[in-house]
């Protein structure tokens, strides 16, 4: 008589480790509070770049360069895009500081919950007790949040970051490429970029 054997596949601990040490870390890294940067000052960054670039500021290119400069993408010129992407971006870069700002305050104000509670714990989270409020919101409300609000911003960039590349970007999405007399490539004369007239022609 056949006899047959179920296995079921355990995940080893080693493959495991990797993936909880990245999301330990994720709050404690550079490019995370990179990210909380651009998440806060985008919207201001926004709304001054409209009437500068109704006065013919060049805002594409101080847009692109603050993506580049605390997101890491680089985008190439494209043609009158700055006030355009700061004005199409203005709703989600609202919603992005306000989750950003909101949850980044709720690490502090669970940590310290002690400073900002009452004397009668009977009806806080994780009462009635002193011991067990504060045990409840610290881990919770203070490391919880702690861990998920990082990767939060990382959803909520990725979205700011694909708009600035279908409005801020050129029409191939690639840098400028200079030939042999340094003239650009054609195509990729952006918003902030000049011609300088040649010689000998009309």
């Known amino acids: 008589m056949a006899t047959t054997t179920h296995s079921t596949r355990r995940i080893p601990v080693r493959e495991a480790a990797p993936h909880v040490r990245g999301i330990v870390r994720e709050p404690f890294t550079a490019a995370t509070w990179r990210r909380v940067a651009y998440q806060v000052i985008a919207l201001p960054v926004g709304l001054a770049c409209v009437p500068l670039a109704l006065c013919g500021a060049p805002t594409g290119r101080w847009q692109r360069a603050l993506i580049r400069r605390l997101l890491g993408t680089d985008l190439a010129g494209g043609p009158r895009a700055g006030l355009a992407h700061a004005l199409l971006a203005a709703p989600l870069n609202l919603v992005t500081a306000a989750v950003t700002l909101y949850g980044w305050s709720l690490v502090p104000m669970n940590l310290g919950w002690p400073l900002r509670a009452g004397s009668d714990y009977s009806d ?29 911003g990382r959803g909520l960039t ?44 009309p």
Do not use: M, Y
């Open 158 to 201: 990725r979205l700011q970051t694909g708009l600035a590349r279908r409005v801020l970007a050129g029409p191939a999405d690639v840098p400028a490429v200079s030939g042999p007399t340094g003239s650009a490539a054609p195509g990729q004369v952006g918003e902030d970029d000049h011609v300088a007239p040649v010689a000998g022609r």
């Open 124 to 152: 806080a989270w994780g009462g009635p007790t002193f011991a067990g409020a504060w045990a409840f919101h610290a881990v919770v409300g203070g490391l919880g949040f702690l861990l998920l609000v990082p990767w939060l």
